[in-house]
């Protein structure tokens, strides 16, 4: 059985800014993974590691290439120890409009190198990339940053991934920036992002999340009755 995600949060700015972005309270489960995807309007701005619950947070993607770019980061996290009520924070290294979305999944695992993708055009094109999935049953988690600010109003998945969030500035040209997941197509090369907006110019980050092992049940030896005959 595919992840399930139990509980998503995202959040945006709609000017420019310095201020942290935090979630809503919310109160996990051991063994439940957390991926934390952000995106700012400019490569050399960076957001910072996600900090709360006393959690570990993992970078699993840093895209921000040289050059006119949008900037998205990617960590994960297990939850452990049974942190009760918790928040999720991020913040800019300075003045920028960004965003963050937080996806809590259960019934799921990580790798211990958990297969990642990442990609930035060469030239305009709709906004892509591709992973390399290592299980049939995994979700493909991503975030794309669309610098050229392209009008996402007819906007069309590949692969029919779910939305999750979206900061819409094309109007100003205040970039836009797209969160979705997708179930796995198979064990292999495949693609994700969306098939229209064409004359953007994103760079992508993405990771997958494996189903959870299965668990096998462990019975005691059947005991012999008194009357047992051989």
Excluded at 19 to 39: H, N, Q, R, Y
Excluded at 136 to 149: F, H, K, L, Y
Excluded at 159 to 166: D, K, R, Y
Aim: net charge neutral; glycine share 10%.
């Amino acid at each position: 059985m595919a992840p399930v995600l139990t509980a998503s949060y995202f959040l945006k700015t709609s000017a420019p800014g310095t201020s942290a972005l935090t979630t809503a309270s919310f109160t996990p489960a051991d063994g439940e993974v957390v991926i934390v995807k952000l995106s700012t309007w400019d490569a050399t701005i960076a957001m910072s590691a996600p900090t709360g619950g006393s959690q570990t947070y993992t970078s699993r993607v840093i895209n921000g290439p040289a050059g006119f770019f949008q900037w998205c980061g990617l960590y994960s996290c297990v939850i452990a120890g049974s942190p009760g009520a918790m928040t999720i924070t991020s913040s800019p290294a300075s003045n920028s409009q960004y965003s963050m979305c937080v996806e809590r999944w259960t019934g799921a695992q990580l790798a211990a190198s958990p297969a990642t993708g990442s990609s930035a055009p060469a030239t305009s094109q709709s906004p892509s990339g591709s992973i390399t999935a290592t299980s049939s049953t995994s979700v493909i988690s991503w975030v794309a940053g669309d610098v050229n600010s392209a009008d996402p109003t007819t906007r069309t998945y590949l692969n029919s991934a779910v939305e999750v969030g979206i900061r819409d500035g094309h109007i100003g040209s205040n970039g836009v920036d797209y969160y979705a997941y997708q179930a796995s197509t198979g064990v292999g090369a495949q693609t994700y992002g969306l098939s229209t907006q064409s004359g953007a110019k994103a760079v992508t980050a993405s990771i997958e999340v494996l189903a959870a092992a299965a668990s096998t049940a462990s019975f005691p030896p059947r005991r012999r009755g008194p009357n047992y005959r051989r």
